[in-house]
């Protein structure tokens, strides 16, 4: 048998494609220095680099953020279980095999395949990145505010109080094909491995709205816009539009799973797993972390009839930066309801334990906002007024966690003893992180 597992194992190594040539990684990059350096040669004279201040924030804070997000919630998709769904009846004196509950889709139960079985498994999962923290992707925007020229605030100076908005219009799109394999190597422990390829692309057109308060003042203080992508001061161009599209494929982080059962007797059936992520997966292309991950769960089960209750909890390390910890724990049961086909339904948590591994759109030397000073033009006797503004970085809400909570609704049908099929869909009950509406599997495995 175990030969079996190294030829499955060396022969996905072998044929599954290699990383594309593409950095992923630098495509927000590349957006935010055209939109804000590039671009703006065409303002007059020394006008054209005040906002490169601004693109080194977004290089600093808001792209590491952002490519975070993405590559953590690819790599870190569940991997569906692998459970024994054919046992045997030994009451007769001959082994009469029952094709029982067939389990969850990506919780574990407390019971090991057994010694010298062997399960094959491959699975297909579509990933729409389509939310973030509750709010559409591509309604997201970033605000970036002028370099501070003169005294201290923003305001003082008209040019000041220019703003350049930028909604990204992000779309991004993932396929990731899983092959699995678990090998019984004693009644009570179960090693696997899980290869996941990933197909990833992310797109859109960024658009870029310069708010031009010197184009607005610009009879009373002369010279018309100071900064813009085109035309003239008095008229410009105040908007730029920046499309992209790139698309990588190759490895994901390879899975390594251990599962003992506990050699405990009494309502539940208990076991331990060990999961680690191989940092495999092509970091600069969000195909991986970059860094090793771990997870320790404690699985407790019971089998009632054809009703199966359980519960998984323990802890996930997450080695990369802007990527907490988190306690996880996962609820729910699979009920046979006909011959070979079961009904599963579980809750996954994911809550982090590390605030300060939160992922934030700002560079903390600068703070979530920025205060601009406006300067009105002075009225014909008396002072001019100064109307204050506070400019968020972005509509993104700011917060120190992104918990996931998800509930995962599938069916596993055993049309033999050897063969299982699985269809599931992951829905979000809460809006933590970048998350996808709705997120469809489908798979198959084979015992042995």
């Known amino acids: 048998m175990l ?11 072998a044929f599954l494609p290699r990383p594309a040539s593409a950095q992923l990684d630098q495509t927000l990059q590349a957006v935010f220095d055209q939109i804000l350096r590039e671009d703006f040669e065409l303002s007059p004279g020394p006008h054209a680099d005040h ?29 569906s279980s692998t459970i024994a769904g054919v046992t045997f009846d030994f009451s007769t004196g001959q082994p009469v095999s029952i094709i029982e509950s067939q ?7 407390g019971e090991t395949l057994g010694r010298n079985k062997l399960t094959l498994g491959a699975s297909a999962t579509y990933l729409n990145l389509n939310r973030l923290r509750g709010m559409p992707l591509d309604d997201v925007t970033f605000n ?43 009644p009570n422990l179960d090693v696997g491995i899980a290869i996941p390829f990933i197909n990833l692309s992310m797109s859109g057109t960024a658009r870029a709205v310069v708010q ?9 203080f002369g010279g018309g816009a100071r900064h813009y992508f085109g035309g003239t001061p008095q008229n410009p161009i105040l908007t730029n539009e920046v499309p992209y599209e790139e698309t990588a494929a190759g490895i994901g982080d390879i899975a390594l799973r251990f599962k ?80 070979g086909l079961t009904f599963a339904l579980d ?32 009225p014909p006797t008396g002072t ?35 063969l299982q099929l699985l269809a599931n869909v992951l829905v979000p009950l809460q809006d933590g992180g970048l998350r996808s509406t709705i997120a469809p599997t489908l798979g198959l495995s084979l015992n042995f």
């Open 144 to 186: 970036f505010t002028h370099q501070d020229i003169g005294e201290p605030g923003l305001g003082d100076d008209p040019t000041e109080s220019d703003v350049v908005n930028v909604a990204l219009g992000l779309d991004v799109n993932a396929t990731i094909f899983s092959f699995a394999a678990t090998y019984g190597v004693t």
């Open 103 to 109: 389990g969850p889709i990506f919780a574990e139960i």
């Open 212 to 220: 031009s308060y010197t184009l607005f003042v610009q009879d009373r």
């Open 347 to 378: 809750v996954l948590s994911n809550l982090d334990l590390q605030s300060d591994e939160a992922i934030r759109f700002y560079d903390p030397a600068e703070g979530p906002a920025a205060t601009i000073r406006d300067q009105s033009p002075p």
């Open 51 to 79: 906002f490169i201040p601004a693109a080194d924030i977004a290089s600093r804070a808001l792209t590491p953020a952002l490519n975070n997000l993405i590559a953590s919630n690819v790599s870190s998709f569940p991997l």
């Open 3 to 13: 030969r079996i597992v190294y030829t499955v194992l060396l022969l996905s190594l």
């Open 260 to 339: 003992y059962r506990l050699p405990f007797h009494g309502l539940l059936q208990t076991a331990a797993l060990l999961d680690v992520r191989l940092p495999t997966g092509d970091q600069n292309n969000f195909l991986g972390t970059g860094s090793e991950n771990l997870r320790l769960l404690v699985v407790g089960s019971r089998r009632i009839g054809n009703f199966t209750p359980h519960i998984n909890a323990g802890y996930s390390y997450r080695g990369a930066d802007f990527d907490s910890d988190e306690f996880e724990l996962i609820v729910g049961f699979d009920q046979k309801i006909g011959r």
């Open 384 to 418: 001019g007024a100064v109307a204050e503004r506070v400019i968020s970085i972005s509509n993104v809400a700011d917060q120190n966690y992104d918990n996931r909570v998800d509930a995962a609704l599938g069916f596993r049908f055993a049309p033999s003893e050897q």
